[in-house]
């Protein structure tokens, strides 16, 4: 069973950017797809990225095409998520999520399909 804890949350311009952590424990993250939800005010939780076991096959939700980056770096169970360009309505709790299986290009935006969460962490981007 593995343990998520995210981290590099804050308070940004619309314009700026930041770069969320997510540290793995308790067994090793290569063996998760590993995805970044988030859920803003009054707003659905929604997938926003996930990255495939090893690193080589990404997803994006439109809105953030272009802008974040998803990457992970097994050898320190460690995931990433660079986002640039902040827009104001990017604000919200930003989760990250593990599942012992593959992301699935239909589901891997699926909350349903996540077994591990994190606590969550605030991003707010103001314009």
């Known amino acids: 069973q593995v343990q998520l804890v995210e981290s590099g949350g804050g308070s940004v311009q619309a314009g700026g950017s930041l770069r969320l952590s997510c540290a793995a424990s308790?067994?090793?993250?290569?063996?998760?797809?590993m995805g970044w939800f988030r859920q803003g005010p009054g707003k659905a939780r929604e997938g926003v990225a996930a990255?495939?076991?090893?690193?080589?096959?990404?997803y994006y939700a439109d809105s953030v095409k272009g802008r974040f980056t998803i990457s992970r770096d097994n050898a320190k169970n460690t995931m990433y998520l660079e986002m640039n360009s902040l827009k104001s309505e990017d604000t919200g709790t930003y989760y990250c999520?593990?599942?012992?299986?593959?992301?699935?290009?239909?589901?891997?935006?699926?909350?349903?399909?996540?077994?591990?969460w994190g606590q969550g962490t605030q991003v707010t981007a103001s314009s």
């Open positions: 308790g067994d090793t993250a290569s063996n998760y797809c």
């Open positions: 990255i495939v076991p090893g690193g080589d096959g990404t």
């Open positions: 999520a593990a599942k012992r299986r593959i992301c699935g290009r239909g589901i891997w935006f699926s909350e349903e399909s996540y077994n591990y």
